[in-house]
């Protein structure tokens, strides 16, 4: 089973910077598709960013052009590179392994979920 470690949330002021990290144990990392999802209070939690094993990307509307998800396959570790935030990217941030086809593209997440990371942007 895999388990998965999110850190680097904080504190940041908005139009800041901020990377999250998720390190990954247990299996074979490289070949995984994963995700970066997050949480906001009273709020469903939503995909953000999405990496294949192969490296292809895809984020969500309201963080495209602002957040880099990026992988270290040597290192087992998923990256969330967060510029120019905004007070509504406050949310716990989670990773997690995520299906994903040719066909039908990222799909839902799979197994089980870390501890997340906690970001807050003040305005």
């Known amino acids: 089973q895999v388990q998965l470690k999110e850190s680097g949330g904080g504190l940041v002021q908005a139009g800041e910077s901020l990377r999250v990290s998720c390190l990954a144990s247990?299996?074979?990392?490289?070949?995984?598709?994963m995700g970066w999802y997050r949480q906001a209070p009273g709020k469903q939690r939503e995909l953000v960013a999405a990496?294949?094993?192969?490296?292809?990307?895809n984020y969500a509307d309201s963080v495209k052009g602002r957040f880099t998800i990026s992988r270290d396959n040597a290192k087992t570790t998923v990256y969330l590179q967060m510029d120019s935030l905004k007070p509504e990217d406050t949310a716990v941030y989670y990773c997690?392994?995520?299906?994903?086809?040719?066909?039908?593209?990222?799909?839902?997440?799979?197994?089980?979920w870390g501890q997340g990371t906690q970001v807050t942007v003040s305005s």
């Open positions: 247990g299996s074979i990392f490289s070949t995984n598709d």
């Open positions: 990496i294949t094993s192969s490296g292809s990307t």
């Open positions: 997690t392994l995520i299906s994903y086809s040719v066909v039908g593209g990222f799909g839902d997440p799979i197994g089980s």
